[in-house]
């Protein structure tokens, strides 16, 4: 099982906004920044948010992501059939000494 | 633009050792980390460790410590993941991505285009 908890799948239907969450503890989110990835079917995983809530260069605005204590959700506003996808958490665990994620949430647009 | 360019698939045998390199193109990597992420068939994104060029010492997850062997040839800006001790389990899709030199805490900003080893007798 992953360091990191996010729930397995998570649905919406066009032009809806969800919420993705993931969930850690002191050692990883409760301590360290969380980065944001976007995996398409048979592609190499994205960066779609680092540091919390700041967006590399051509991420669209209507992903935001978010922190408080050890949780970390990423939103996803106007959703498009595009936004179909493996979305995964990750941070920096100083018990571990190195990077984890969590296990992945599989959106569906409906 | 840096990109990076891994080769290609690989079929191996329980007990054996892979070789995954990973080179940057349109770039050096003198002054950030690569990293080594695993994917087996189905599964998540599993950290296996990272090594910055310019420091030269690799630092490794846990679960792959012993079996693992990162390194960096600077010289031809291309990085190595090594797995020894192959089973079956290891089956999967390891991507090497860069550690951004411009986000202070750290976030994978470029990766390789993956490379598929499959282990089977």
């Known amino acids: 099982q992953s360091v990191l908890t996010q729930p397995p799948s998570a649905s919406g239907t066009p032009g809806q906004r969800v919420t993705l969450s993931c969930s850690g503890s002191?050692?990883?989110?409760?301590?360290?920044?969380v980065n944001w990835y976007q995996q398409l079917p048979g592609t190499a995983p994205k960066l779609l948010v680092y540091s919390n809530n700041l967006r590399p260069s051509g991420v669209p605005d209507r992903f935001s992501g978010s922190k408080s204590g050890t949780s970390a959700s990423l939103a996803i506003s106007g959703l498009q059939s595009e936004d179909e996808a493996d979305y995964y958490c990750?941070?920096?665990?100083?018990?571990?000494?190195?990077?984890?994620f969590g296990g992945g949430t599989k959106l569906t647009v409906l | 633009q840096v990109q990076l360019v891994q080769s290609g698939a690989e079929v191996k045998k329980p007990g054996s050792s892979v070789k995954v390199s990973c080179k940057a193109s349109g770039g050096t990597f003198n002054n950030y980390a690569i990293n080594w992420v695993r994917q087996a068939p189905g599964q998540g994104l599993e950290w296996m460790g990272r090594?910055?060029?310019?420091?030269?010492?690799?630092n490794y997850a846990r679960k792959f410590q012993g079996r693992v062997t990162i390194i960096a040839d600077e010289s031809t800006n291309t990085a190595y993941m090594e797995l020894s001790s192959l089973r079956s389990e290891d089956t999967a899709v390891f991507f090497c991505a860069r550690d951004s030199p411009t986000v202070v805490d750290g976030a994978f900003d470029i990766w390789g285009q993956g490379t598929m080893v499959t282990v089977s007798s």
């Open positions: 990750a941070t920096w665990d100083d018990s571990l000494n190195g990077w984890v």
């Open positions: 002191s050692p990883n989110i409760g301590s360290n920044t």
């Open positions: 090594i910055t060029p310019i420091f030269g010492t690799p």
